[in-house]
């Protein structure tokens, strides 16, 4: 399977079909969409399964989770949620990895630094809540709002239940969370 980011108009129709049929397809946009990191899962250039992930600081919230009803049981869902929180593992929390060789900074170049100086040659001024980089630190959480009959698939992640349970539209769910420790 091939899982590449997609757009959250990409996503609508699966969403649709497979959370809540038998809502409007407006039922399955988010207000926040444009703020979303949307992944698909493509299997033969069909797109078959599609996740969204909200970060706001620390904590990374995946909604809108579907697999179409003939792919699901087949570990396509599966593969989606690894590939998800690998790239959590690696990202800061703009939703963007950095990419920086080996002894050199973004820009390429090796940093020629003064000791108590940046690259600059300033002494850095770190705003509380970022790093040194003037970045967000790393995603630490994931958390997620599950329907109570897919828990044990949540399980299979390391996510446990918060035991906070509610209903939507005669659904009910259940907060899931776990921690995520970056690879950076």
């Not at 609508?12 to 399955?28: A, G, S």
């Not at 630094?113 to 940046?118: R, S």
């Not at 630190?137 to 918060?162: E, Q």
Request: charged letters at 25%; proline letters at 5%; hydrophobic letters at 35%.
């Amino acid at each position: 399977m091939d899982i590449k980011n997609i757009t959250p108009e990409e996503a609508l129709d699966i969403r649709h079909q497979v959370l809540w049929p038998n809502k409007p397809k407006e039922f399955c946009k988010l207000e926040d969409d444009y703020k979303g990191i949307h992944y698909g899962g493509f299997l033969n250039g069909k797109l078959v399964c599609v996740a969204s992930i909200f970060i706001e600081n620390n904590s990374a919230r995946l909604r809108k989770f579907a697999t179409l009803t003939e792919f699901q049981g087949k570990g396509y869902g599966t593969l989606l949620i690894k590939h998800i929180i690998s790239d959590l593992k690696g990202t800061n929390a703009t939703g963007l990895k950095p990419v920086v060789t080996p002894g050199t900074n973004a820009t390429g170049l090796k940093p020629v630094v003064t000791p108590g100086t940046n690259a600059t040659g300033l002494k850095p001024v770190v705003t509380p809540g970022t790093n040194a980089t003037g970045l967000k630190p790393v995603v630490t959480h994931l958390w997620c709002d599950a329907r109570i009959t897919a828990k044990d698939f949540y399980n299979r992640f390391k996510m446990s239940s918060t035991g906070e349970t509610f209903f939507k539209s005669d659904v009910e769910y259940i907060v899931m969370e776990r921690k995520i420790k970056s690879s950076l």
